[in-house]
């Protein structure tokens, strides 16, 4: 059974950082591509990051370009996302999902941006 | 980015009546290996999503057969064909053929 558990998140200060963790078991990590998915409070879902299963190619959506970072342990079955220069529009429920199709999800962890 | 669309925004359902969503894209979705990469998406209230439908037709592990995808190109449809109590939530279609991925804004199924 696929399982991706996150981390990592809490009250980050505005021009702060966190860094997110996403811990994966039930398959074949290094064999996957893994994407990361936000929810602002009350709003629909968008999409943020993802990562090949390699690592050697990233992808971002244009407003976290610059500030966030995504990367993967493939011996750790982690995947991770560096936030920094955080800001108030950043703050949801962030979700690791498995592939770039997001096949499985996890249960999410809550960033709050505030001062 | 591409842009995609669903309607309607809200969709009160009567118990074991059809639902239908729309989702419609700014760009055609086909890929370079003719696959079309559009994936409906279920969130029940308080729930992580989950998939339900990927590669405009195919339903997901365990995805209960009243769900139906179709559509091709840049014009897409989610059909259920009678509504249960637990098909309660948010649905949405999101596209996985070009960079970035983008969403629609969801629907909110809900019982009259």
């Known amino acids: 059974e696929v399982q991706l558990l996150e981390s990592g998140g809490g009250l980050g200060q505005p021009g702060g950082s966190l860094r997110l963790s996403c811990a994966a078991s039930?398959?074949?990590?290094?064999?996957?591509?893994m994407s990361w998915v936000r929810q602002a409070p009350g709003k629909g879902l968008e999409w943020v990051s993802g990562?090949?299963?390699?690592?050697?190619?990233?992808y971002y959506t244009d407003s976290v370009k610059g500030r966030f970072t995504i990367s993967r342990d493939n011996s750790k079955n982690t995947v991770y996302l560096q936030m920094n220069s955080l800001r108030a529009e950043d703050t949801a429920i962030y979700y690791c999902?498995?592939?770039?199709?997001?096949?499985?999800w996890g249960q999410g962890t809550q960033v709050t941006v505030s001062s | 980015d591409v842009v995609m669309t669903q309607s309607p925004l809200s969709l009160p359902v009567t118990l074991g009546q059809p639902a239908s969503i729309s989702c419609r894209s700014s760009?055609?979705?086909?890929?370079?290996?003719?696959?079309?990469?559009l994936n409906w998406f279920q969130q029940r209230p308080g729930q992580s999503p989950r998939r339900l439908i990927y590669k405009v037709s195919n339903r997901d592990s365990g995805v209960p057969d009243r769900f139906s995808g179709s559509g091709s190109g840049t014009d897409f449809t989610l059909k259920i064909s009678r509504v249960e109590a637990e098909d309660v939530g948010v649905y949405y279609c999101?596209?996985?053929?070009?960079?970035?991925?983008?969403f629609g804004g969801g629907t909110k199924v809900e019982i009259k």
């Open positions: 039930g398959f074949t990590f290094s064999s996957y591509a």
């Open positions: 760009q055609s979705l086909v890929y370079s290996d003719g696959n079309t990469y």
């Open positions: 999101m596209q996985g053929t070009h960079w970035p991925r983008t």
């Open positions: 999902a498995k592939t770039a199709q997001l096949d499985s």
């Open positions: 990562i090949s299963n390699s690592g050697a190619n990233t």
